[in-house]
């Protein structure tokens, strides 16, 4: 059972994934069937964001009333009923209407899926995991391509997206008794060392705002997410304005940043429980920087440059997982719920404003900006994670001597 369930929730990663690349694939064909400018593509984005903000902020809730087990069979029949929806909509705000159940579903089931695996699950499937996710994410535009070669069009990527969601749907739905299951078989236990009984005391927001040290974590997640994020985005873009490299090669090289991420989380899977959630943390803020500094290093070939973008990719790797496996060592097993929750919207918020600011402040200053502003933001998760683990350490020693 234990066993079941996990391999059903690695599928449900690599179903988390896939729709996250399908706007920026398809939107090329999209926004001209559609008839509106390239740019909109933005409108519908921040619609998804503002829903996966709002649901995760609420998911502390929801799971404590639901299950996790349910929240995520729901949440992912959210996201395929808005995919279906994409695939039927003839208008730019038929799409806007329906990105408001996709991002709703997408926070929800992000949220309680990396609770419930931080919970019960080593570290090692965590970074694993996120790996499926990343695999997730790289098949979609191939799907994408197909439709669009093919004479689906994008409306058929679509369908195939929304119809493999509702399959998963269905498993989930079946695999409902497995949850429970493996709670009995591996209980959780609560912050006082006694077996949990599922049904915890619900934290509210202002009080897990007020736990010592969220505020450090929900920074350090807003740094690292805002900081992949922008590399997705504009790493091409840097490559081709800021240094010249041709165009494909950029294409290339900005996209190994995401295979890196992907390489990066399997590997850093073996390493992770004998590692620990903190040196993995501290080492990938510290290699990301160093890949800042060979993105900018004024030198005559591209070369260092272009495996800079790899290096920055790897270091990226380990630290969402281990951040997200760390919050119920770090804060309770009671608040991790309502912590994780937290942790997404600052992830979402990060991801949806550090991209377009990139955008304003390259046009102000220069695209030669790109890898510093990738270092101010390893930087800042690197001071603010660092900050966390002290106050830890000197909770669990306070906690140890009144023992």
Same mark, same amino acid.
């Given at each position: 059972?234990?066993?079941?369930?996990?391999?059903?929730?690695?599928?449900?990663?690599?179903?988390?994934?896939?729709?996250?690349?399908?706007?920026?694939?398809?939107?090329?064909?999209?926004? =001209?069937?559609?008839?509106?400018?390239?740019?909109?593509?933005?409108?519908?984005?921040?619609?998804?964001?503002?829903?996966?903000?709002?649901?995760?902020?609420?998911? =502390?809730?929801?799971?404590?009333?639901?299950?996790?087990?349910?929240?995520?069979?729901?949440?992912?029949?959210?996201?395929?009923?808005?995919?279906?929806?994409?695939?039927?909509?003839?208008?730019?705000?038929?799409?806007?209407?329906?990105?408001?159940?996709?991002?709703?579903?997408?926070?929800?089931?992000?949220?309680?899926?990396?609770?419930?695996?931080?919970?019960?699950?080593?570290?090692?499937?965590?970074?694993?995991?996120?790996?499926?996710?990343?695999?997730?994410?790289?098949?979609?535009?191939?799907?994408?391509?197909?439709?669009?070669?093919?004479?689906?069009?994008?409306?058929?990527?679509?369908?195939?997206?929304?119809?493999?969601?509702?399959?998963?749907t269905v498993a989930l739905i079946a695999a409902l008794p497995l949850w429970g299951k493996v709670n009995q078989t591996h209980p959780h236990h609560d912050?006082?060392? =006694?077996?949990?009984?599922?049904?915890?005391?619900?934290?509210?927001?202002?009080?897990?705002?007020?736990?010592?040290?969220?505020?450090?974590?929900?920074?350090?997640?807003?740094?690292?997410?805002?900081?992949?994020?922008?590399?997705?985005?504009?790493?091409?873009?840097?490559?081709?304005?800021?240094?010249?490299?041709?165009?494909?090669?950029?294409?290339?090289?900005?996209?190994?940043?995401?295979?890196?991420?992907?390489?990066?989380?399997?590997?850093?899977?073996?390493?992770?429980?004998?590692?620990?959630?903190?040196?993995?943390?501290?080492?990938?803020?510290?290699?990301?920087?160093?890949?800042?500094?060979?993105?900018?290093?004024?030198?005559?070939?591209?070369?260092?440059?272009?495996?800079?973008?790899?290096?920055?990719?790897?270091?990226?790797?380990?630290?969402?997982?281990?951040?997200?496996?760390?919050?119920?060592?770090?804060?309770?097993?009671?608040?991790?719920?309502?912590?994780?929750?937290?942790?997404?919207?600052a992830a979402y918020t990060g991801s949806t404003l550090a991209p377009p600011l990139f955008g304003v402040l390259s046009t102000w200053i220069g695209p030669?900006?790109?890898?510093?502003?990738?270092?101010?933001?390893?930087?800042?998760?690197?001071?603010?994670? =660092?900050?966390?683990?002290?106050?830890?350490?000197?909770?669990?020693?306070?906690?140890?001597?009144?023992?």
């Open positions: 059972m234990y066993s079941l369930l996990l391999a059903i929730i690695y599928v449900a990663f690599v179903s988390l994934g896939l729709p996250d690349s399908l706007v920026g694939a398809g939107w090329p064909v999209m926004h =001209e069937d559609l008839g509106v400018p390239v740019a909109f593509a933005g409108f519908i984005t921040m619609i998804i964001a503002v829903g996966t903000i709002v649901s995760s902020l609420g998911s =502390e809730r929801l799971t404590r009333r639901f299950g996790a087990g349910l929240v995520t069979a729901v949440s992912v029949g959210l996201t395929a009923a808005a995919l279906v929806g994409f695939s039927f909509s003839g208008s730019f705000v038929a799409l806007c209407l329906w990105a408001v159940p996709y991002g709703l579903g997408a926070g929800a089931v992000d949220a309680a899926l990396n609770n419930y695996v931080a919970l019960h699950y080593a570290a090692r499937h965590m970074n694993w995991l996120h790996s499926f996710w990343g695999l997730g994410a790289s098949i979609s535009p191939f799907i994408m391509s197909y439709a669009l070669t093919s004479g689906l069009d994008w409306t058929g990527g679509y369908l195939v997206v929304g119809a493999t969601q509702a399959v998963l912050d006082d060392g =006694e077996p949990g009984t599922g049904h915890r005391a619900h934290v509210p927001l202002r009080q897990a705002l007020r736990i010592p040290g969220v505020t450090l974590v929900i920074s350090a997640f807003f740094a690292y997410c805002a900081l992949e994020s922008t590399a997705i985005l504009w790493a091409s873009t840097y490559l081709v304005t800021g240094r010249g490299v041709d165009v494909a090669t950029a294409a290339a090289f900005a996209s190994l940043f995401l295979l890196g991420i992907t390489t990066g989380r399997f590997l850093a899977g073996f390493l992770a429980d004998r590692v620990g959630d903190r040196l993995l943390i501290r080492g990938g803020f510290l290699v990301v920087a160093l890949g800042a500094l060979m993105i900018a290093l004024p030198l005559p070939t591209d070369v260092l440059a272009l495996a800079g973008l790899v290096v920055a990719g790897l270091g990226c790797a380990p630290v969402y997982p281990a951040i997200i496996h760390s919050t119920p060592a770090n804060f309770g097993r009671r608040s991790s719920q309502a912590v994780i929750g937290i942790q997404m919207a030669w900006v790109f890898p510093f502003f990738l270092a101010v933001l390893a930087a800042l998760g690197l001071v603010m994670s =660092e900050r966390l683990n002290r106050l830890v350490a000197r909770r669990d020693r306070a906690a140890l001597s009144a023992a």
